[in-house]
């Protein structure tokens, strides 16, 4: 492919934010380097990045800015690429026989567009139906909270809370829903600051359209305190 039509198709796919493959693309050698010196090196990339758009570095409001983004970068906003953090889902004997969906729903996402990293804020709703496993509450918004703190694509979001509980419950029937709203569409390009994104992976049971209805109904339901 030359290079004017690998640059078209690049700016394509970001511009209509489609992803390119189920897994985050990350080298092989992504964790040979430890976080002390990542965070340095984003350091002065973030340091040249803003004194190349013409701001006094030397300015006391704005030196300390690339160490404190190099570190946001690091440990909190894409600690999610770390396997090392990766939450250990563990599930229990089902052993009173709950045998009816269990959904977390508003679980809070935050996460970021892997096209123009900017945010991606919005709230998840995850559900499932014991084949024999159950597991704690707060390991559900663990692992969405773990899988969104990387650069993202929602849909593969989506995809990456299902499997990881599919795989932890021994079960395919595991749902999720996202509704967010994508700030590299309300903040900037077409500037629609009320559109949000839905997109939903059903497996196993929730394939059914009665079973998905149900699922919606619970997420509709008024159940502020």
């Not at 990350?26 to 964790?31: I, K, Q, Y």
């Not at 973030?46 to 440990?75: C, F, W």
């Not at 707060?138 to 773990?146: A, F, L, P, T």
């Amino acid at each position: 492919m030359c290079e004017h039509k690998h640059k078209e198709l690049t700016d394509e796919i970001g511009d209509n934010h489609v992803a390119t493959s189920y897994e985050n693309p990350v080298r092989d050698d992504a964790f040979d380097m430890p976080n002390e010196d990542k965070i340095k090196k984003i350091q002065g990339h973030v340091h040249e990045i803003m004194q190349t758009l013409g701001m006094d570095m030397t300015d006391d409001s704005l030196m300390g800015t690339p160490k404190r983004v190099a570190k946001m970068y690091v440990n909190e906003i894409f600690g999610g690429l770390d396997p090392q953090l990766k939450p250990k889902a563990s599930t229990f004997e089902n052993n009173y026989k709950y045998g009816e969906m269990l959904v977390e729903k508003n679980i809070t996402v935050y996460s970021t567009c892997e096209h123009h990293l900017l945010p991606i804020v919005g709230r998840a709703h995850v559900a499932y139906i014991s084949s024999g496993r159950v597991i704690g509450l707060s390991k559900m918004n663990r692992i969405v909270n773990y899988y969104a703190k990387r650069p993202q694509v929602q849909e593969r979001l989506n995809m990456q809370i299902v499997k990881e509980l599919q795989k932890a419950l021994e079960t395919e029937d595991v749902a999720c829903i996202i509704d967010a709203k994508h700030l590299c569409v309300n903040s900037r390009g077409i500037n629609d600051i009320e559109s949000s994104t839905v997109t939903s992976e059903f497996g196993g049971k929730f394939k059914n359209e009665n079973v998905r209805k149900e699922l919606l109904n619970y997420i509709q339901m008024d159940t502020k305190f």
